[in-house]
């Protein structure tokens, strides 16, 4: 089941680091608009704000049964094995860093990219 996850883990990593860096250039109402406010806003000691945004993933990883049968004349025998099946989840945060403009908001400048599992 692990490895199903992190097999769909590696076919999108990359995905959200290209999302975040299509916002640098941009007013970070951009990002708003397309994912509401931001959970989370910190000033940072150069003057830039760091603007955040939580959002949960999960990964469904379906049932296997495995059915290994054995026939006696008019009696069949059999042995049923269940493997993986079930939803792992996780909070990803993705963070936009700004610098204030002459419109007296934020233009993006650069993005923390997130962890590997948020990729």
Request: proline fraction near 4%; glycine fraction near 10%.
């Amino acid at each position: 089941m692990k490895a199903i996850a992190l097999g769909a883990l590696l076919i999108l990593a990359g995905c959200a680091s290209s999302i975040m860096q299509s916002y640098v250039g941009k007013d970070v109402t951009e990002a708003a608009m397309d994912y509401g406010p931001p959970a989370g806003v910190m000033d940072l000691p150069d003057g830039k704000r760091a603007f955040m945004w939580n959002m949960s993933q999960s990964v469904t990883t379906p049932q296997t049964t495995n059915y290994s049968a054995n026939a006696y004349g008019n009696w069949v025998t059999g042995t049923a094995t269940t493997y993986g099946g079930g939803t792992q989840s996780w909070q990803c945060t993705y963070t936009l860093i700004g610098q204030r403009n002459s419109k007296g908001s934020y233009t993006v400048v650069d993005f923390r990219k997130p962890s590997l599992a948020c990729e």
